[in-house]
Every structure is written in C-alpha cells, then in structure tokens.
C-alpha cells in the first residue's frame, strides 16, 4: 500500500509560479514511475507529467510543455511539480499517482495509488 499526499498548491497570479510536492508513504515508492494528473471542473483528467523511478525519464503533457518540470527525490519518498509562467487554465485539481508499469505512463490506468488533489487556481 502507498499513501500519497499532495501540497503546495495556491492561488497565484497569471504568470506566477508553483511548486507542487507529493509525499509517499511505503517502501516501493523509489520502483514506483510517479504521474501528476490535474482536472478542472466539468472537465476530464488530464495528463500532465510523469516521471520514471529513476527520474530518467520523463514525459509532459502539450499544454505544459517547456513551462512545467517533475522531478523526485526518492530519499526523501517525495516527487516535485515545478509551474512556471502558469495561465488561467492551468486552474485545476492537481493529483499525483503512483504506478509500476514497464514505462511511465501517461493515462490514468497506468497508476495504482493516487493522491486526494491539491488546488491550483491561476487568476488573470
């Protein structure tokens, strides 16, 4: 069993940054690939980053592309989203997950553990 627990998030202005941290309680966090996910209202989840065990390999989604950076610290059990130049629709719910598939994935079914969300809202 992993627990996961995310913070960080806020309001911040257009332009802004944040940095999200996702805490992970469990041994197998440093096998485990760890995947931020965020959902707007009336919206579906959305990919956003991923990252591999060993932080070597790392996936974004489009939108945030260039303006978002996932990193971990597996002595620490903990993995980072650092938002920068954040726009009014990156306001979402942001999710972390954990998963053990043969890559990182970049859908929801590829995590097993997920975290409760922390809110992020960007005002213009």
């Known amino acids: 069993q992993v627990q996961l627990v995310e913070s960080g998030g806020g309001l911040v202005q257009a332009g802004g940054s944040l940095r999200l941290s996702c805490a992970a309680s469990?041994?197998?966090?440093?096998?485990?690939?760890m995947g931020w996910f965020r959902q707007a209202p009336g919206k579906e989840r959305e990919f956003v980053a991923t990252?591999?065990?060993?932080?070597?390999?790392?996936y974004y989604g489009d939108s945030v592309k260039g303006r978002f950076t996932i990193s971990r610290d597996n002595a620490k059990n903990t993995v980072y989203l650092q938002m920068s130049s954040l726009r009014p629709e990156d306001t979402a719910l942001y999710y972390c997950?954990?998963?053990?598939?043969?890559?990182?994935?970049?859908?929801?079914?590829?995590?097993?553990?997920w975290g409760q969300g922390t809110q992020v809202t960007v005002s213009s």
């Open positions: 997950a954990a998963g053990w598939g043969a890559t990182p994935s970049r859908t929801s079914p590829g995590y097993k553990f």
């Open positions: 990252i591999s065990w060993s932080g070597g390999t790392t």
């Open positions: 469990g041994r197998t966090f440093s096998s485990a690939a």
